[in-house]
């Protein structure tokens, strides 16, 4: 697919780092370059409708890459893929930089291979993600009270549709909690305060229908999903059906949910080397929340079925995960590792036959 006609804006408060991105790009994409944040921010106040993609040094003297992605939601200006530059990947970068939804990372020296790859797939049909709604200052009365209705009529929907063919949504419901032990800590070691308590429960809650697409995909088509998983094409329409669904609800009030829903339907089943479905999304261009939602959904699985839910059998299962290299970000599976003491109570002070009719609220 050409992308010519696709504007790329450049960020870089060096004149021969912007040179050479613009000599990798120019033969694919129209350039237009800031050499600092200020100017970047005035370029997309005057032109945003105009930009199809931003790249983003992180470290930029006065004001710095996060701090533009600050001011661009504050300004409601984010309809674009963003890919940060930066001379090290560094483990609180890249957590931060997964909480503003930014797609990927290219790193300093530049390898002109892997940038053309990187920026051509995020413009490729069918392979750019959902997109993650860049996290709020807060949330007004009238969006969380939208955005809770849609999740309780989701949630009726799909409870319906699991009694009719004779299943429990237990194991979804302690997804959600578990999700909200991991958020928390998460929260915790990145310092971050735009990760509020509502935010948590929010996205919390979205994980609960990552598979709500199997109520569209055939039953008889399910069974594929143990088997072969990477191989099978029902995987596509299944994660595919899943996200789509989510985005019939077209109402501004729930936008966040919506994304970050749709997302873990979309691409459960990525991982992080790469390696997954449906579009091979590989490191931070799969959302941290997806990768959460992923890795718990496995662990839940696996901890929820042993005959006993106690320190014994949590380490047995959080070391099996760890074994399975490349699945998640490797932090996550120490985050996991780090809640063990959380999770334990929680197990403990729940029991099935508590969740069988629980609500999201």
């Known amino acids: 697919m050409s992308t010519k006609n696709k504007c790329l804006l450049i960020v870089d408060d060096s004149d021969i780092d912007r040179n050479i991105l613009k000599n990798i790009l120019a033969n694919d994409f129209t350039i237009i370059e800031a050499e600092n944040g200020f100017r970047a921010l005035e370029i997309l106040k005057e032109s945003a409708s105009e930009i199809d993609g931003m790249l983003l040094d992180i470290s930029m003297p006065i004001l710095d ?19 940060m530059i930066s001379a090290e990947a560094l483990k609180e970068n890249i957590q931060q930089a997964a909480l503003f939804g930014v797609h990927t990372f290219i790193k300093k020296p530049f390898d002109s291979a892997i940038i053309l790859n990187r920026i051509r797939s995020l413009f490729e049909s069918g392979t750019v993600p959902v997109g993650n709604e860049t996290i709020k200052a807060d949330f007004t009365p009238e969006t969380l009270e939208s955005t809770n209705a849609l999740i309780s009529k989701l949630q009726r929907l799909y409870r319906s549709y699991l009694i009719q063919n004779n299943m429990s949504d237990a194991n979804y419901l302690h997804v959600v909690e578990i999700m909200k032990i991991l958020l928390e800590e998460y929260a915790a070691e990145t310092k971050n305060i735009e990760l509020s308590p509502t935010h948590i429960r929010i996205i919390a809650k979205a994980a609960y229908f990552y598979n709500i697409g199997k109520m569209i995909v055939p039953l008889e088509d399910m069974t594929q999903l143990q088997t072969e998983v990477r191989q099978r094409p029902v995987i596509n329409s299944h994660t595919t059906a899943g996200a789509e669904l989510i985005k019939l609800n077209n109402d501004p009030n729930t936008a966040y949910f919506t994304s970050i829903c749709a997302d873990m339907c979309q691409h459960h089943h990525e991982r992080y080397d790469g390696t997954g479905i449906p579009h091979g999304l590989k490191g931070t261009a799969n959302s941290i929340y997806t990768q959460m939602c992923s890795l718990v959904s496995v662990f839940v699985k696996s901890f929820f079925e042993k005959d006993e839910q106690n320190e014994r059998q949590f380490n047995l299962v959080a070391n099996k995960l760890a074994v399975e290299n490349g699945a998640v970000h490797p932090d996550l599976i120490q985050m996991l590792k780090n809640c063990r003491g959380a999770i334990i109570d929680f197990y403990r002070e729940q029991s099935d036959a508590s969740f069988r009719a629980k609500n999201l609220f």
């Open 65 to 83: 890459g996060f701090n533009v992605l600050r001011l661009l939601n504050k300004e409601g200006i984010r309809d674009f893929p963003i890919v």
